[in-house]
T-cell receptor, first 112, second 113 residues
Framework: NAGVTQTPKFQVLKTGQSMTLQCAQD?????MYWYRQDPGMGLRLIYY???????DKGEVPNGYNVSRLNKREFSLRLESAAPSQTSVYFC???????????FGPGTRLTVL | KQEVTQIPAALSVPEGENLVLNCSFT??????LQWFRQDPGKGLTSLLL?????REQTSGRLNASLDKSSGRSTLYIAASQPGDSATYLC????????????FGRGTQLTVWP
């Protein structure tokens, strides 16, 4: 039971490049979330997926797209990276029975 | 919009002390409140979850209380140890997005031997 896994762990991009952050959970949770964490700020919600086939915007969705490929996987795509997207990205899934959220180890992204 | 504030931002204590971390939130219409621990360069680990109808939860040396009407929660750590050194994050769940968490900026705790 790996919980929530994220790839890659680290990434450096140049402005304008694109990339996809991968997230997978093996706990059979319906709800999944993408957050970003910036120094001096709390985690902020980018996008979420209440169930397979549905996605919705969170607090800071601009510049991002998401795909809920199946119940396990929820990916985050940066189409044209900008320095303002330098951050640590966390994926989470939620146990609807206990309401507890489980977080992945994060992807540390730097955009030059 | 829900705002979550954590005080203090940083805390440094000697081993063995009992300590209290504070969290306040502006909108009392919450579903639950969670305390997380984050180690440097790592993800978040859930420590305690208090449902909005509950007053407190305990796990080992940790005790979290919730006063929903006043918008406050405290995390009490008994007999602190160097291994408790980490950042502690408070988050509340509420609003129109089911399961969405609103996070504070965290309290960075250092426990020295």
């Amino acid at each position: 039971n790996a919980g929530v896994t994220q790839t890659p762990k680290f990434q450096v991009l140049k402005t304008g490049q694109s990339m996809t952050l991968q997230c997978a959970q093996d706990m059979n949770h319906n709800s999944m979330y993408w957050y970003r964490q910036d120094p001096g700020m709390g985690l902020r919600l980018i996008y979420y997926s209440a169930s397979e086939g549905t996605t919705d915007k969170g607090e800071v969705p601009n510049g991002y797209n998401v795909s809920r490929l199946n119940k396990r996987e929820f990916s985050l795509r940066l189409e044209s990276a900008a320095p303002s997207q330098t951050s640590v990205y966390f994926c989470a899934s939620r146990d609807t029975g206990t309401d507890t959220q489980y977080f992945g180890p994060g992807t540390r992204l730097t955009v030059l | 919009k829900q705002e979550v504030t954590q005080i203090p931002a940083a805390l440094s204590v000697p081993e063995g002390e009992n300590l209290v971390l504070n969290c306040s939130f502006t909108d009392s219409a919450i579903y639950n409140l969670q305390w997380f621990r984050q180690d440097p360069g790592k993800g978040l680990t859930s420590l305690l979850l208090i449902q909005s109808s509950q007053r407190e939860q305990t796990s080992g040396r940790l005790n979290a209380s919730l006063d929903k009407s006043s918008g406050r929660s405290t995390l009490y750590i008994a007999a602190s140890q160097p291994g408790d050194s980490a950042t502690y994050l408070c988050a509340v769940s509420g609003g129109s997005t089911l399961g969405r968490l609103y996070f504070g900026r965290g309290t960075q705790l250092t426990v020295w031997p």
